[in-house]
């Protein structure tokens, strides 16, 4: 899938504000900091569609984007940044769980997954419940760049060993790095394969 047009729908802090569509949607979480706005712009080849910052927890709404007139990538506000009021996190997660598990036109979700570091409990926490409640995801690693690539490698490998211990068997798995630009055409093309059976 190559992108050729892109727009900016709008930001939304409400379910009740998402628009009325019956366009497939699929959605970009993870970890404050995970390096999502950056693999966003560079899935979508625009370096300033989402806003990249250096401060953690940027993202406050349900940005929303139409692609090639076809999908919607929404953008979800970064989870687990403990710098931002309790009142704020909890308000931001459950509309955040709300939208999983009631938006019909949601088809995917990517989680992504600092491969630089080790397993985060939150993330464990997000993969387990989305599996129990059957909702389609995908692993996305990010930051899999080549100079850090061993210590990637090992974390990955610690990060699948811990969900084996729950899962049968684990979800779609991309590895990618915004920097060195890996994983785009393997993202896009599990992308147009799901819009194909929609």
Not at 25 to 49: A, H, M, P, Q, W
């Amino acid at each position: 899938m190559n992108i050729t047009s892109r727009q900016f729908i709008g930001s939304f802090n409400t379910l009740g504000e998402l628009p009325m569509t019956d366009i497939p949607e699929f959605c970009f979480i993870g970890r404050s900091n995970v390096g999502k706005s950056s693999l966003i712009n560079y899935i979508t080849g625009k370096k300033d569609l989402a806003k990249v910052s250096s401060t953690p927890g940027k993202t406050q709404s349900l940005n929303y984007f139409l692609l090639n007139k076809l999908w919607h990538l929404v953008d979800l506000p970064g989870y687990g940044y403990a710098k931002r009021s309790k009142s704020l996190r909890t308000s931001w997660e459950k509309t955040m769980y709300q939208y999983f598990e009631s938006r019909e036109t949601l088809v995917n979700i990517f989680l992504l997954i600092d491969s630089r570091i080790k397993p985060m409990k939150s993330d464990l926490e997000m993969i387990d419940w989305l599996g129990e409640r059957g909702i389609p995801f995908a692993i996305v690693y990010t930051k899999a760049d080549t100079r850090e690539l061993k210590l990637c490698r090992i974390n990955i490998e610690l990060f699948e060993k811990t969900l084996s211990e729950n899962w049968e068997e684990l979800p779609k798995r991309f590895l990618t790095s915004s920097e060195e630009r890996k994983g785009k055409e393997e993202i896009l093309e599990y992308i147009n394969e799901i819009i194909i059976s929609y």
